[in-house]
């Protein structure tokens, strides 16, 4: 299968999973709080992923079109994200890529399971719009930043998942000095 070749099979509206037949990296962008803001910059950041992750205050639908023209896009919703188009975006979503299984919610307040004990080696949130890779008990949790507006003198930023096999690598970008 060529790098490029992902297909996604949703299972239902909170599992979706990437069947990958040969253990290649795969490139996943992680974005969060664009709050109807789709910078050029996070664009390029993302072309060549061949999956995103969107943590919540998207804002517009508009945004998750434009990104499923880059790749397939598991979103979840966020504190800023109402009306009916919101509605059918989950407050959490858990994906498998490879062999590494994904929680994605946008508040980490919100976490109601124990990650490490349901085999969840990376949590994807937003929220905060800080910027942040940790790692606590074998689990990684990744904060992309915030890929919107600036607020709170924080830098404008997004992140990237590469998983091979188990394996799994993150980092941030600053996208704007």
């Known amino acids: 299968m060529a790098r490029g070749a992902l297909r996604a099979a949703l299972i239902d509206s909170t599992y979706l999973t990437y069947l990958i037949s040969h253990a290649v990296m795969t490139r996943i962008g992680l974005i969060s709080d664009t709050h109807n803001l789709l910078r050029p910059e996070v664009l390029r950041h993302l072309q060549g992923c061949e999956a995103i992750i969107h943590a919540g205050d998207i804002c517009e639908p508009g945004v998750l079109e434009a990104l499923r023209e880059i790749a397939p896009v598991t979103a979840v919703r966020g504190n800023n994200d109402g009306g009916e ?5 989950p407050t959490h979503a858990t ?40 790692e606590r ?41």
């Open 85 to 89: 188009w919101a509605r059918a975006i």
């Open 95 to 134: 994906l498998t890529v490879q062999q590494v299984k994904i929680l994605v919610v946008h508040d980490q307040a919100d976490i109601d399971v124990d990650p490490g004990s349901e085999g969840i080696r990376v949590v994807v949130t937003g929220h905060s719009h800080k910027p942040l890779i940790d």
């Open 137 to 177: 008990d074998g689990v990684l949790y990744v904060n992309p930043g915030s890929a919107g507006p600036r607020r709170f003198k924080l830098p404008v930023s997004a992140g990237l998942l590469e998983v091979e096999g188990a394996q799994v690598v993150a980092s941030l970008q600053q996208l704007l000095e």
